[in-house]
């Protein structure tokens, strides 16, 4: 338990470094959309895994969300870059149906218009 904890300290101790050394070269660290934003949130799930462990040793099985979203996001660069996205024909069909369903809602309140009031009977 002692060692897992530590590797967690560990993690967040370096990764607070590598942005205090950012900030000392004058690097914006409000910056969003890029790798700094990812130190953040793996630090805060440090923190979370540090404080929940108290609790349980299973909270440590949170701070795979680290790699597993790393991979996600990896796989999809990976295949944008490739070509393997579908995105081509599926827009055109959701563009479609998109029309149809605003075409149908904005026909609603004409109908509702020219339909009698039941009071009007």
């Known amino acids: 338990m002692a060692v897992r904890f530590a590797l967690v300290a560990g993690i967040n101790l370096f990764l607070q470094w590598q942005m205090e050394s950012l900030a000392a070269s004058g690097t914006d660290l409000a910056q969003e959309g890029t ?35 790393a991979a996600y996001k990896l796989s999809k660069l990976a295949s944008s870059l490739f070509g393997l996205a579908t995105g081509g024909s ?32």
């Open 35 to 69: 790798l700094l934003s990812y130190y953040y949130d793996t630090i805060y799930i440090g923190w979370f895994v540090m404080v929940t462990v108290c609790v349980s040793d299973s909270f440590y099985w949170a701070y795979l969300a680290v790699p597993l979203f």
């Open 90 to 121: 599926s827009a055109g069909t959701a563009d479609t149906n998109g029309s149809a369903k605003t075409a149908k809602a904005s026909s609603k309140p004409a109908a509702k218009a020219r339909k009698p009031a039941a009071g009007a009977r």
